[in-house]
């Protein structure tokens, strides 16, 4: 008796191929469902330490304002370059509506110095570009802790219209708003829990000088919750005052929800000048070695 060797059917072999891919799918499908994302958390959070460890690290936020949803972006970033240390926040008007408010832009950029065991930032110098249309109003800030001196330039265009110094409060310093922004996330100036206050030194703009930062209490964060018809989640919401110059707004002030990973991911900056409150939403981060503004 002799056998004839089964010759492989194409559809069988199909259809097997099939459920294995199939199969696998579906367990990379329940791995993934099975680690929930939540906007503004991420993996290997700390709450304080090193503060380079937001070095690589890219906020991105879109903007809407009056009736315009989207109308502009925003991003946030902390870098390393040449063994300095740098952060910038960009933000700009886009498309038809960046033509219908004038392409509004705004730049600010800080070098860093790392202080207290490499927990805190102190800045060295801090650039603030506001951009209307083809003009552009240009501050830069300088600081010598060894002479106490804060030093600034104010130019409109390529003009010089200002400048001045201010003596550095003695075992202090200046925090501008982004040295500001990474040491609260890093919980340089106390524990950033429900219901605290804190005010930071910053730099004299017109009269104000001082960031104040409060988190509201559980109590009234849920009143404002279900004021709001927002829903439940672990989130703090904080009320910011900075002074007015800093973001051209009438009064100062910023309200954000932010995650309990200290992610800003709904703020509303309020008063902005000509185009009433602005509201800014978290939509990613990213994470790159060396990353650095365009």
């Known amino acids: 008796m002799s056998f004839k060797r089964l010759q492989p059917q194409p559809l069988v072999l199909v259809c097997i191929v099939g459920l294995i891919f199939l199969s696998l799918t579906a367990q990379a499908l329940e791995t993934k469902l099975a680690e929930p994302i939540t906007l503004g958390e991420y993996k290997n959070f700390l709450p304080a330490g090193k503060i380079t460890r937001f070095s690589g690290e890219t906020l991105y936020y879109d903007i809407s304002f009056l009736w ?113 922004f990474y040491n609260v996330r890093n919980s340089v100036y106390g524990k950033l829990e429900k219901g605290r206050k804190f005010i930071i030194k910053t730099i004299p703009e017109k009269g104000h000088d001082e960031i104040s930062v409060h988190i509201w209490s559980e109590q009234d964060q849920e009143s404002f919750r279900v004021e709001e018809g927002r829903g439940k989640r672990d989130e703090m ?39 009433g409150d602005l509201q800014a939403r978290f939509t990613h981060r990213e994470v790159q070695p060396h990353i650095k503004p365009r």
């Open 68 to 180: 315009f949803e989207n109308a502009a972006s925003a991003k946030v970033s902390f870098f390393e370059e040449h063994g300095k240390y740098f952060s910038a926040l960009e933000a700009s008007t886009k498309g038809f509506i960046g033509f219908f408010t004038a392409y509004r832009k705004h730049f600010y950029k800080t070098e860093f110095e790392i202080i207290d065991n490499g927990k805190k930032l102190r800045p060295k110098t801090f650039l603030r570009q506001v951009t209307i249309a083809s003009n552009a109003e240009i501050t830069r800030h300088k600081f010598d802790y060894s002479r106490r001196l804060h030093t600034w330039e104010k130019f409109l265009n390529e003009e010089k219209i200002e400048t001045g110094q201010d003596e550095i409060p003695a075992n202090g310093a200046f925090n501008d708003i982004l040295t500001s």
């Open 237 to 275: 919401l904080v009320n910011i005052i900075v002074p007015k110059e800093i973001f051209k707004t009438e009064t100062g002030e910023l309200m954000a929800w932010s995650s309990k990973h200290f992610i800003p991911i709904e703020t509303t900056v309020k008063d902005y000048i000509l185009l």
